[in-house]
């Protein structure tokens, strides 16, 4: 895995960092920073059980707002980082999803969580997909990675159809001791692209 580590590190650098245009529209969902205004709705995302178990469990809503202030911050200062997805319909907060660090590595990872109400929707694979974009179009990495529990069989499905393949464990994960590590390269990234879309 040390394609992407050199870059990473030029990435988390703080002066040459890329940044990733925002917001991002798809036909569904916009991705944008997170705002002040989120937290309401965040905060209920974060306070069900089912919807957090495999991402370390409820919040309070304390935690929760700093949570989305996190989020909102870190993608201000590095320029890039989760979003909030934004359903274009009634421009409701759903969840987050975009690339950020993979902590305690130089490589990035997809992150992705959304409401209950939203689930089977393909909201996630589209969210996802646009994510995937930006990252490959804005950030040099020749990879981006994903670490998902062997039992979010949800979350293991989104990342197949997403492309991304398994690549070995990944320990230290919290909050278990280890997790599945799913890889998407750029270049099965840009060959999908090329099928799909034409532009790579
Ligand atoms: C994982 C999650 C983001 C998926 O969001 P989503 O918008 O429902 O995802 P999509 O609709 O794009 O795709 C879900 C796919 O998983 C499938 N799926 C759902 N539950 C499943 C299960 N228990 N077992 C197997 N597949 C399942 C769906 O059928 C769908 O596949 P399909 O399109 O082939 O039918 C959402 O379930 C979630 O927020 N979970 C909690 C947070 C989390 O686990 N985040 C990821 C941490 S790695």
Known sequence: MNDVSSAVE???GT??????????????LELRPFCEEDIGKFSKVMADQLATQFIGGPKSPAAAADSVRYMRDAFIDRGWGTLAVVQRSDNACIGYCGVRPLQNTPYVELAFALER????CGYATEASE???DLAFRHL????VFATVYSDNRASIRVLTKLGMSPHGSIFGAWPRSSALLYRLERSVWQ???CKGNGEP
Not at 15 to 22: G, K, L, T, Y
Not at 117 to 120: E, L
Not at 140 to 143: A, I, L, M, R
């Open 10 to 12: 030029a990435l988390c």
């Open 15 to 28: 002066s040459a960092s890329p940044r990733i245009p925002v917001p991002c529209l798809t036909a569904r």
């Open 117 to 120: 109400m939203s689930w089977n």
């Open 130 to 132: 646009a994510s995937l």
């Open 140 to 143: 040099p990495v020749d990879s």
């Open 191 to 193: 060959a999908s692209r």
